[in-house]
């Protein structure tokens, strides 16, 4: 049985794409709270994970990778303030890299704020090959309003520098892990987790999962730690905004068990590493 793989992006409420206008002054940072009920979680159900951290929380909260580590998981970089690559340059970019290298050196795996890598963005895959990193699970293979890169792979493969919607024809090593899809009749549908799941429920997200496994293929499955945390603020946003970041949220910790009861889940590390990646 192909096994999948479970990503959790800690950051904070404030920091999403929606609300990162959101006044922070009067918000506390909740995930050295959450994040202990997460570990727990998945201890009681014998998962690995990888685990995208948000650097200014590894930085502030270092105890945060502490507990991750010391709970057998893998840790990751989620960006900086979780600014999304079309906000960057390559020298800010590689500034931001840097520093959460000199935080936690280990880093081989990274995940684009809000997805944010594409062929516009593809400039910091070099940045990353320059400071050791070993994979990427930044592309949704689907169209959504705000990322995605239809065009490309559903598997996961060596990217290319030229065209991240192909596979790779440059030596660039680094891998992509493609963020789950469900593919019907050739209408590719998100189904990796957050809000998607919370959208769709379990149903297509199971089918699109044993779909991937016929094929041999991972399913790259995410999910946000102020999603399972009971005490998230409710901020004031537009109608729209609000209806993707909170709808159906008080059911993620019940949808959350359900799939990982229902499928088997490692870390990006562990996968590379038991199938000869790295």
Known sequence: MVKNILSVDVEEIFHI????????A??????????????????????????????????????????????GHEVAFHGWSHLPLRNLDAASFRKEVVRFKEIYPRCVGYRAPSFSLNNDTRWALKILQENGFRYDSSIFPARTPLYGV????????????????????????????????????????????????????????????RKLSEKGFPAVIFIHNWELDPETPRLRLNPYRSFVTYYNIEKTVELFKRLLHESQFTSFAEYMETTGMI
Do not use: C, Q
């Not at 794409?17 to 922070?24: G, I, L, N």
């Open 150 to 209: 239809s065009e490309a792979p559903m598997r996961p493969h060596e990217l290319s520098l030229n065209d991240v919607s192909k596979e790779n024809d440059s030596s660039l090593g680094i891998y992509e892990f493609p963020l789950a899809a469900y593919d019907i009749f050739g209408l590719r549908i998100p189904i990796a987790g957050g809000f998607w799941l919370r959208l769709w429920d379990i149903r297509p997200v199971r089918r699109g999962i």
């Open 17 to 24: 794409e929606y609300a990162r206008h959101t006044e922070r």
């Open 26 to 71: 009067n918000l506390d940072f909740r995930t050295p709270k959450n994040i202990r009920s997460i570990l727990d979680f998945f201890n009681d159900r014998n998962v690995v994970a990888t685990f995208f951290i948000v650097g200014e929380i590894a930085e502030k909260f270092p105890e945060v990778i502490e507990m991750i580590e010391a709970n």
